[in-house]
T-cell receptor, first 112, second 115 residues
Framework: GENVEQHPSTLSVQEGDSAVIKCTYS??????FPWYKQELGKRPQLIID?????GEKKDQRIAVTLNKTAKHFSLHITETQPEDSAVYFC???????????FGTGTRLTIIP | DGGITQSPKYLFRKEGQNVTLSCEQN?????MYWYRQDPGQGLRLIYY???????QKGDIAEGYSVSREKKESFPLTVTSAQKNPTAFYLC??????????????FGPGTRLTVL
């Protein structure tokens, strides 16, 4: 089955700086890669996703890049703000299999 | 945040007891999922269902059971066979699309504590 590894487990950045979280996956058939944000005490919510037919996707301060050859994908947050503090999870899935395999999460702390 | 609800928010259980967690959605989603969240381990899939009266085991199904008698409902029973049931349980739902997997929408979760 699919295995997703996520690094780092914790990340602290100064407000205004950029943050990068990286994930690798094992199943070359995976073609859907979402990122979820979970604030303290709240449910996970999708912030961005990418499918394997594109290499990069942006949404304002958030971007995701995908390298299918190396089987890794990354979340980039620019101009970080205090409200970006949360746990971020990457995940992978493939067409025909609606199961998501999640990484173990990254706790991001933005230092004012 | 509406559309998918879980109850109760907190649940306490004595060892040896079965307990059922509720999950309801009014999003008309075909697929529903149950995850377990433990500190430092991310979300692990327990069971999922893509259609009424059908469901599949996830990665950690032992000690759990589910039913899908209605499209809107996907209750999870934590049985006494689950050796370490204390955890945060999240239910999710999604549409099934021809283009592949889609966004999963999560409920607010149930925190189960075994006393």
């Amino acid at each position: 089955g699919e295995n997703v590894e996520q690094h780092p487990s914790t990340l602290s950045v100064q407000e205004g700086d950029s943050a990068v979280i990286k994930c690798t996956y094992s199943d070359s058939a995976s073609n859907y890669f979402p990122w979820y944000k979970q604030e303290l005490g709240k449910r996970p919510q999708l912030i961005i996703d990418i499918r394997s037919n594109v290499g990069e996707k942006k949404d304002q301060r958030i971007a995701v890049t995908l390298n299918k050859t190396a089987k890794h994908f990354s979340l980039h947050i620019t101009e970080t703000q205090p409200e970006d503090s949360a746990v971020y999870f990457c995940a992978a899935s493939n067409f025909g299999n609606e199961k998501l395999t999640f990484g173990t999460g990254t706790r991001l702390t933005i230092i004012p | 945040d509406g559309g998918i609800t879980q109850s109760p928010k907190y649940l306490f259980r004595k060892e040896g007891q079965n307990v059922t967690l509720s999950c309801e959605q009014n999003l008309n989603h075909d697929a529903m999922y149950w995850y377990r969240q433990d500190p430092g381990q991310g979300l692990r899939l327990i069971y999922y269902s893509q259609i009424v009266n059908d469901f599949q085991k996830g990665d950690i199904a032992e000690g759990y059971s589910v039913s899908r008698e209605k499209k809107e409902s996907f209750p999870l029973t934590v049985t006494s066979a689950q050796k370490n049931p204390t955890a945060f349980y999240l239910c999710a739902s999604s549409i099934l699309g021809i283009a592949g997997p889609n966004e999963q929408f999560f409920g607010p979760g149930t925190r189960l504590t075994v006393l």
